[in-house]
T-cell receptor, first 112, second 115 residues
Framework: RKEVEQDPGPFNVPEGATVAFNCTYS??????FFWYRQDCRKEPKLLMS???SGNEDGRFTAQLNRASQYISLLIRDSKLSDSATYLC?????????????FGTGTQLKVEL | NAGVTQTPKFRVLKTGQSMTLLCAQD?????MYWYRQDPGMGLRLIHY???????AKGEVPDGYNVSRLKKQNFLLGLESAAPSQTSVYFC??????????????FGPGTRLLVL
C-alpha cells in the first residue's frame, strides 16, 4: 500500500463548480499535512497546510480526519486558473528529521 | 530574492556519462533536498542536507552523490548515468525553525534524459 494515495483524475469541471479531492495516508503517526499545487512542467508550491480543526483560505477548504486517515481539499467557484495537479503531502517526524511524503497528485481541469 | 534556482534546466546524457546538477538558494535555509519526479510516482527524496557539510540518504539514493560545501548550494552528482535516471529533478529548501521546516520551497526543476 502506498504511503499516500490520491485519485489521479483528471477531474474535468466547468468554471464555477465546486470540486473536492481526497487523499488517504497509511502511517497513523503522521503529524502534519499539506496540499501543494503543481502546474504543468513547473515546480510544486505550497497551497495550504491542513489543520485538525479544518481551515479555509478563500475558495479553498482543507480538512483532516485522523481517525480515518484522510485529508480533503474543497475548491469552490472553480476558476480556469485552478487547473493544475494537487499534491497531498504528509509529514512524519523521524530520527532523521521531518520526512515529507508526496502523493502522485490529482489533476484538475477547469473548463469554460 | 531569486528563491531556489537550478542549473541546468535541461540536459541530455549518454549512458555512462557523468554530470552535476547545481542548486542554489538565497533564503538562508539550513535544510536542502534533492527529489526526482517520475510519471505515476510522487516526488521521491534522493538525498538531503540539514546543514553545511552534512548530507544524508533519502528514499532513492543509489547512483547519486551529493555535496553541501556552502550553505547556499547543494550539488547532485551522477557518476555514471543510466537510462533509469531519466527524470525531472527538483531541489528544495526549508527553514530549520520549528514549525517552518515542513514548508519546502522548490526550484524550477532540471529535466534529464539519459540515452
Amino acid at each position: 500500500r502506498k504511503e499516500v494515495e490520491q485519485d489521479p483524475g483528471p477531474f474535468n469541471v466547468p468554471e464555477g463548480a465546486t470540486v473536492a479531492f481526497n487523499c488517504t495516508y497509511s502511517n497513523s503517526a503522521s503529524q502534519s499535512f499539506f496540499w501543494y499545487r503543481q502546474d504543468c512542467r513547473k515546480e510544486p508550491k505550497l497551497l495550504m497546510s491542513v489543520y485538525s480543526s479544518g481551515n479555509e483560505d478563500g475558495r479553498f477548504t482543507a480538512q483532516l480526519n485522523r481517525a480515518s486517515q484522510y485529508i480533503s481539499l474543497l475548491i469552490r467557484d472553480s476558476k480556469l486558473s485552478d487547473s493544475a495537479t494537487y499534491l497531498c503531502v504528509v509529514n512524519l517526524l523521524t530520527g532523521g528529521g521531518n520526512k515529507l511524503t508526496f502523493g502522485t497528485g490529482t489533476q484538475l481541469k477547469v473548463e469554460l | 530574492n531569486a528563491g531556489v534556482t537550478q542549473t541546468p534546466k535541461f540536459r541530455v546524457l549518454k549512458t555512462g556519462q557523468s554530470m552535476t546538477l547545481l542548486c542554489a538558494q538565497d533564503m538562508n535555509h539550513e535544510y536542502m533536498y534533492w527529489y526526482r519526479q517520475d510519471p505515476g510516482m510522487g516526488l521521491r527524496l534522493i538525498h538531503y542536507s540539514v546543514g553545511e557539510g552534512t548530507t544524508a540518504k533519502g528514499e532513492v539514493p543509489d547512483g547519486y552523490n551529493v555535496s553541501r560545501l556552502k550553505k547556499q548550494n547543494f550539488l547532485l552528482g551522477l557518476e555514471s548515468a543510466a537510462p533509469s535516471q531519466t527524470s525531472v529533478y527538483f531541489c528544495a529548501s526549508s527553514s530549520s525553525r520549528p514549525g517552518n521546516q515542513e514548508t519546502q520551497y522548490f526550484g524550477p526543476g532540471t529535466r534529464l534524459l539519459v540515452l
